[in-house]
């Protein structure tokens, strides 16, 4: 930012002077903080875009890699069961779906424990309001 030179106070200004003075420094004031605030979320978001797009490049890359391995592991299995591809298929599938089953019901379990819900905030906001009425009991 570009430093102003000091403003030189002149002891013959009114107070219609000094108001349109300070109405033009709050208006430059707040053009820069928006141009500033326009600069960040411009910086943000091209933050955000690259992070995605790396997200979902990695994203990509691993579904390629499952398939390949399921593709290994049907073809191992099938020449343990006799080269037979439909039941390397079939064990293999029934595996990553069982896997699959076992996320998803870790996943609603986590999703359903408590988190900070309102009444434990309401609770915390209670004890913290005792605490600021009577510092000395606690």
């Given at each position: 930012?570009?430093?102003?030179p000091?403003t030189r106070i002149d002891?013959?200004?009114g107070i219609?002077?000094?108001?349109r003075?300070?109405t033009?420094d ?9 141009r500033l605030a326009?600069?960040?979320?411009h910086d943000?978001?091209?933050?955000s875009?690259r992070?995605v797009?790396?997200?979902?490049l990695?994203?990509?890359t691993?579904v390629?890699?499952a ?7 049907i073809?191992?299995?099938s020449?343990v ?6 039941a390397?298929?079939?064990?293999v599938?029934?595996?990553?779906a069982?896997?699959g089953w ?6 609603i379990?986590?999703?359903k424990e408590?988190?900070?819900t ?8 209670k004890?913290t309001?005792l605490?600021?009425r009577?510092?000395?009991?606690h």
């Amino acid at each position: 930012m570009a430093a102003h030179p000091p403003t030189r106070i002149d002891p013959d200004s009114g107070i219609p002077d000094l108001i349109r003075r300070l109405t033009e420094d709050s208006k430059r004031l707040a053009s820069g903080e928006v141009r500033l605030a326009k600069l960040e979320l411009h910086d943000s978001m091209r933050t955000s875009v690259r992070g995605v797009i790396w997200v979902s490049l990695a994203l990509a890359t691993g579904v390629v890699a499952a398939v390949a391995l399921t593709v290994l592991l049907i073809a191992a299995v099938s020449a343990v069961v006799g080269d037979n591809y439909w039941a390397g298929a079939l064990i293999v599938g029934a595996v990553e779906a069982l896997a699959g089953w076992l996320f998803i019901r870790r996943g609603i379990a986590a999703a359903k424990e408590p988190s900070l819900t309102f009444e434990v905030s309401r609770a915390a906001l209670k004890d913290t309001a005792l605490w600021a009425r009577h510092p000395a009991r606690h």
